[in-house]
């Protein structure tokens, strides 16, 4: 089964700093890994996919993840916070079957302090 | 862009009683799907339909539970009985065609069971 973690429950920094937020995966196979964002009472809003190739990926509002095999990660990063990034971010694994259905970690929430 | 779009948005209802969650999917999308969230916490997924029937289903998503896409644009979920822990937010989500390609998230219904 296939299954991600997201270890912090909340992360807080400072605008203009950089960011990260973790996520590690268990998968048997090779992984697709996701990230969304969710934003206060809207639907979750795709940001960047890992599916094969760079180990990292550039996605919406400046976003990058770096894909780690030997320590099974996702981290998501972005070099310079915006107050605007404080979201709910969540870390996704998709699974092998045609459907390709997405497991959610618990979620990360960003505050970016101005 | 397109969207996908869920209504109502918000729904009361009184326990026991049956609610029809509705969804209309990007027009070319193949593969559809139901996840809930309860409380802005973890979002889990209930089930995935693909070629008018479901592709696979969550522990989660009991006899209680139906999907249905009665016509070329419709995708409902049917609560047949609901109880007081079925208050959630319904996420809708569709995608199309291809190996990992992102799934898109309808902004919600919230169901409320009193």
């Given at each position: ?114 | ?33 139901w996840y809930r969230q309860i409380?802005?916490?973890k979002v889990e997924f209930l ?13 989660i ?16 979920l ?8 079925d208050s959630a937010m319904y996420f ?16 919600g219904t919230?169901l409320?069971?009193?």
């Open positions: 089964a296939q299954s991600v973690a997201q270890p912090e429950d909340q992360v807080n920094v400072a605008e203009g700093n950089p960011l990260t937020v973790k996520c590690t995966y268990s998968v048997s196979g090779n992984p697709y890994l996701f990230w969304y964002v969710q934003y206060p009472n809207r639907g979750l809003q795709f940001l960047l996919k890992y599916i094969t190739g760079d180990n990292l990926v550039k996605g919406s509002y400046g976003f990058e993840a770096e894909f780690n095999k030997s320590q099974t990660s996702f981290h998501l990063k972005k070099p310079s916070a915006l107050v605007s990034d404080s979201a709910l971010y969540f870390c996704a694994v998709s699974d092998q079957t045609g459907a390709n259905n997405l497991f959610f970690g618990t979620g990360t929430r960003l505050t970016v302090i101005p | 862009e397109p969207e996908v779009t869920q209504t109502p948005s918000h729904q009361v209802t009184q326990m026991g009683q049956e609610v029809i969650l509705r969804c209309v999917p990007i027009s070319n999308h193949l593969y559809f799907y409380l802005g916490q089930v995935s339909f693909y070629n008018n029937e479901i592709s696979e289903k969550s522990e998503f009991d006899d209680q539970f139906s999907v249905e896409r009665p016509d070329g644009s419709n995708f409902t049917k609560i047949r009985s609901t109880k007081l822990e809708c989500a569709s995608r199309p065609p291809g190996a990992g390609s992102p799934l898109h998230f309808g902004n919230r409320t069971v009193t």
